[in-house]
């Protein structure tokens, strides 16, 4: 085996999520769902190589979760079982959960362009929207704003950007207010958050300064309620008996199984039920692409343990899954781990072992993170509250037979989301690099990376297809691999940077009479020469 050619890559420049975007969509990963119908809001289908790469995940998460050896904090093995449940459950499930009566976002409406948003959203989508930017830049230096250039401001660009805003919709009054306000606090600097405040309110609202629409500029309306369970009727019969909803987790179906799996395995606490599978949520602002879809995937585990062993249960999961998505190729500083604080925790878990969130840098987030996976505490609140809800109560309490005890096992739930994963690792592998005829590599993992090698004869005669093709049918036994002998060896390279192949084999005329190949490296570009019936082993080796 010998090095060919070798080329250092040219240092990293900025990832813009635009341009992840548009490779997605040009090289297949993910499209709009039904966009010949100009698609519709909060949906998205994965393309072929997108399909492979959120397969390649899932896949990972089943066999290191359920498939391989784990060893538990107690020096055991971790016991692990399957299940797959129904989207559309009982409704009482709903109920006993809690997401009738509260799986609720505050929600704000535009009284100027009418637009909902989650509460909680607005001051991050005001950060990203263009009028918020433009007033940046105006006030870079607070001291050469005067009543004349925000008057100008709100004649030309404003209109423009922002025409609900109370500045642009009545300046004088606006304007009067700020400089009223202004003498009133001694003319003391302001933030740029107090500043659009300022620009927003023509009245005071009853916390005093309006918070304007991310859209346009407009007034919101004070938030309230919005249930976000996707609602459906079973039957024929469309009345409030036939009401179902779209699970919004998949966590319900495990828990309410949980005795079906206690009767008809050998599971013995402490032990683990997980499953893949399809959520819903009407969430109100989908947006930052696949992040925050209304249809997307949980991988979801609940971990059932004694009660006094929480502590040690919690710290084990929370440590194994950050080193499982490290593991799988977020390695560098854009994976961290939060503890939430007390007052974040929710209801069930304030008595409990913790909360904790597996947060991922996205360029859509930076310089903050995103959640990707949480993992909680649950304490015995849902399997109390099944059994409570369906009638049975305390008799439904799980007996210990080491312990001769009988009690409602706690719970570590480590809920992660398979559409977040596979976003994470698309923003994660994108690698500008100018140098190259794609401008760009994916550096998946080769046990993520969608095509695990591309096969092409350098040309398309003197008997190299041939050989190629051989060698591409026996690798595909195994591997997704790809066969290629249309265009250019460079432009085919280029094909298979922007899909990820970390390996590239191409039989050329000194291979096809010494009986060898070169593999290209996608990261760096080197070739090595190994001879054609090394090559299964050889990429055996690398991609497992
Ligand atoms: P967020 O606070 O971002 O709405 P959450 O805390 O409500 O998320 P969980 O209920 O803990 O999320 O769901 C577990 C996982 O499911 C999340 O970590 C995330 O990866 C995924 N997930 C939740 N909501 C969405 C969504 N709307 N789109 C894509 N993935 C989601």
């Not at 109920?95 to 001051?123: E, I, N, P």
């Not at 207010?177 to 005071?204: C, P």
Request: glycine share 8%.
């Amino acid at each position: 085996m010998s090095e060919v050619t070798a080329s250092t890559p040219s240092p990293a420049a900025p990832k813009k999520m635009d341009d992840i975007v548009a490779l997605c969509r040009r090289r297949g990963f993910i499209f709009q769902s039904s966009e010949i119908y100009g698609g519709i809001n909060g949906f998205w289908d994965y393309g072929p190589l997108g399909t492979s790469l959120k397969r390649n995940l899932k896949n990972a998460w089943w066999n290191d979760v359920v498939e391989r050896e784990l060893i538990g904090p107690d020096g055991n093995s971790v016991d692990i079982v399957g299940v797959d449940c129904t989207i559309i459950m009982n409704p009482k499930t709903w109920v006993a959960s809690g997401h009738v009566g509260g799986f609720a976002d505050l929600m704000s409406t535009c009284r100027q362009c009418k637009k909902l948003m989650r509460w909680d959203h607005v001051w991050d989508m005001l950060s990203e929207s263009d009028w918020w930017k433009a007033i940046e830049e105006l006030y870079a230096t607070p001291s050469s704003v005067t009543s004349e250039t925000l008057m100008k401001w709100a004649q030309g660009k404003g209109r423009k950007l922002a025409p609900g805003l109370a500045l642009v919709r009545n300046p004088q009054v606006t304007l009067s207010w700020l400089a009223e306000r202004l003498a009133a606090q001694g003319n003391h600097f302001m933030d740029t958050r107090e500043f659009v405040r300022h620009l927003a309110t023509e009245q005071f609202a009853r916390d005093g300064l309006q918070t304007p629409c991310p859209h346009c500029g407009g007034e919101l309306t004070e938030p309230r309620q919005f249930n976000l369970m996707f609602e459906t009727n079973c039957g024929a019969v469309k009345d409030e008996n036939s009401l179902a909803y779209l699970r919004p987790e998949t966590a319900q179906g495990i828990f309410t199984n949980f005795w079906n799996v206690c009767d008809s395995t050998r599971v013995k606490v402490p032990f683990g039920i997980a499953q893949i599978g399809k959520a819903f949520r009407n969430e109100v602002t989908p947006r930052n692409f696949t992040f925050r879809s209304r249809e997307f995937e949980q991988m979801e585990i609940e971990f059932f343990i004694r009660p006094d062993t929480a502590n040690e249960w919690y710290r084990w999961w929370r440590d194994w899954r950050f080193s499982w998505w490290q593991k799988i190729g977020l390695a560098g500083a854009n994976l961290i781990l939060r503890e939430h604080d007390r007052d974040e925790l929710a209801h069930y878990a304030k008595e409990g072992a913790g909360t904790s969130d597996i947060e991922y840098r996205f360029p859509f987030t930076a310089p903050g993170f995103g959640e990707l996976e949480g993992i909680a505490h649950r304490a015995d609140f849902d399997l109390k509250a099944h059994a409570t809800h369906c009638g049975k109560g305390e008799k439904m309490r799980y007996f210990d037979q080491e312990k001769n005890d009988r009690y409602f096992p706690h719970v570590i739930e480590p809920s992660a989301g398979a559409d977040r994963g596979t976003l994470a690792l698309l923003c994660e592998a994108y690698t500008p690099d100018p140098s190259r005829a794609s401008g760009v590599y994916m550096n998946f993992t080769p046990r993520m990376a969608p095509v695990k090698a591309g096969v092409f004869p350098l040309v398309n005669k003197d008997g190299l297809p041939e050989i190629a093709e051989r060698l591409y049918r026996d690798l595909r036994r195994k591997h997704s691999i790809e066969f290629d002998e249309k265009q250019s060896i460079g432009k085919r390279y280029a094909r298979m940077d922007e899909a990820g192949t970390p390996y590239c084999i191409t039989i050329d005329h000194d291979g096809a009479s010494s009986g060898t190949a070169t593999i290209r490296h996608r990261d760096t570009q080197a070739q090595d020469r190994v001879a054609l019936d090394q090559i299964p082993a050889w990429i055996d080796e690398r991609v497992g």
